[in-house]
C-alpha cells in the first residue's frame, strides 16, 4: 500500500478536483461581476417572496414601505438628528399627499445605517364594517410616490416639470430644507404588488429648483370696479366688488400717496379705477405674487337694462 491511506488519496482526488486560482480567476471573469445596492437586493427579494405566497393565495399582497437615504457629511453615523426630521419629515409627507391628491399619513417605523437611512410607512385606516370591503386596488400612499418619483427625477435630469405645477411647492419646500443641512436624498418606494419605484434629489436638482423659482413679471391693465372698505394714508385702498361677505377685495396701491388724499375718498364711496395687474411668474408657471397699481380714473360702467 506504499504507506498512503485512504484518507490521503481522497484528499487527492480533492485537490485535483478543485479550481485553481486562475482558473477561478478565469471563471468570474466569464460570468462577470456585478454590484448591487441593497435597496436592489431587497426589491428581488420582496418580489420572490410575493411570487411564491401567490402560488397559494393570488390575491396576495406585500406590505408598502418608505425608504428614505439621506446622505451627506454628517450621516455617516446612521443617526437622525432632530432637527433634520422635523425640516424634513413633514414636507415628505405633504409632497407624498399632494401629489396624491388626497391626504397621505405616514408613520416612521425604523431607522437604520448606511448613511442614515429612515423607513416608514403609509398609516393603515382602522378597519371598519364599511371599509373592510372597499380595499383600493393601488393606494392612495403609491399613486402619490408614483408621481412624486416622476417628478424628482425630471428634476435631477433639468426636464420640463410644469406637469407636476400642483404639487412643486411641496417638493421646494422640501429641497429648501435638504440644501439648509447640505443633505441629499434618496427615496425608495416597496409596493404592495411587489413594484419598485427609486428617485433623487441631489445638489443638481435642488439647484435647478432654485433656477425654476426665479420670477419674470407679467403687466396688463384692468379696470376696478367697486366699494371703498378700507384706506390708509400711505396709499393704500381696499376695494371690495360686490356687498356679499365672500365678494372678492383687491388691495390697490397709489405710487403716489398724495394723489390718494388729493381724491378725499370716503369709506363706503363706489370707485372706477385702471390699475396695473402685476403677476410675478416663476418658470412653472405658479403666480409667486400679485399687486394692483392705481393708474387712472375709469370711466363709470353704465347699468345694462334689465329685461321685462
Avoid at 46 to 63: F, T, W
Avoid at 245 to 263: H, I
Amino acid at each position: 500500500m506504499n504507506g498512503e491511506s485512504w484518507r490521503d488519496r481522497r484528499q487527492a482526488l480533492q485537490d485535483d478536483a478543485r479550481p485553481s486560482a486562475d482558473e477561478t480567476a478565469r471563471l468570474l471573469d466569464e460570468l462577470g461581476t456585478e454590484t448591487r445596492a441593497d435597496e436592489e437586493v431587497e426589491a428581488d427579494h420582496r418580489a420572490s417572496r410575493l411570487a411564491a405566497a401567490r402560488e397559494y393565495d393570488p390575491g396576495a399582497r406585500n406590505d408598502e414601505e418608505l425608504l428614505l437615504r439621506l446622505t451627506g457629511p454628517d450621516t455617516e453615523g446612521g443617526a437622525l438628528r432632530f432637527q433634520w426630521g422635523d425640516a424634513l419629515l413633514h414636507p415628505v409627507e405633504s409632497a407624498v399627499s399632494a401629489a396624491a391628491g388626497t391626504p397621505v399619513r405616514l408613520e416612521l417605523t425604523g431607522i437604520s445605517a448606511g448613511s442614515t437611512v429612515v423607513h416608514a410607512r403609509p398609516v393603515t385606516p382602522e378597519a371598519t364594517e364599511s371599509n373592510m370591503l372597499a380595499v383600493p386596488e393601488v393606494s392612495a400612499a403609491a399613486v402619490g410616490m408614483s408621481t412624486l418619483t416622476e417628478l424628482l427625477g425630471a428634476l435631477e435630469s433639468e426636464r420640463d416639470v410644469r406637469e407636476w405645477s400642483r404639487l412643486f411647492e411641496s417638493v421646494e419646500v422640501l429641497s429648501r430644507a435638504l440644501g439648509r443641512y447640505g443633505l441629499d436624498l434618496g427615496v425608495t418606494w416597496y409596493g404592495a404588488d411587489g413594484s419598485t419605484r427609486r428617485a433623487r434629489l441631489t445638489a443638481r436638482g435642488r439647484q435647478y429648483v432654485e433656477q425654476l423659482r426665479q420670477t419674470q413679471d407679467r403687466d396688463q391693465e384692468i379696470t376696478i370696479s367697486g366699494r371703498i372698505t378700507e384706506l390708509r394714508e400711505s396709499g393704500w385702498v381696499k376695494v371690495k366688488t360686490g356687498t356679499a361677505k365672500n365678494a372678492y377685495a383687491y388691495d390697490v396701491r397709489f405710487d403716489d400717496p398724495e394723489e390718494l388724499l388729493r381724491m378725499r375718498p370716503g369709506l363706503g364711496d363706489n370707485v372706477h379705477f385702471r390699475v396695473r395687474f402685476r403677476q410675478r411668474l416663476d418658470a412653472v408657471g405658479i403666480a409667486r405674487s400679485a399687486e394692483y397699481t392705481y393708474l387712472g380714473p375709469a370711466a363709470e360702467q353704465t347699468a345694462l337694462p334689465l329685461l321685462p
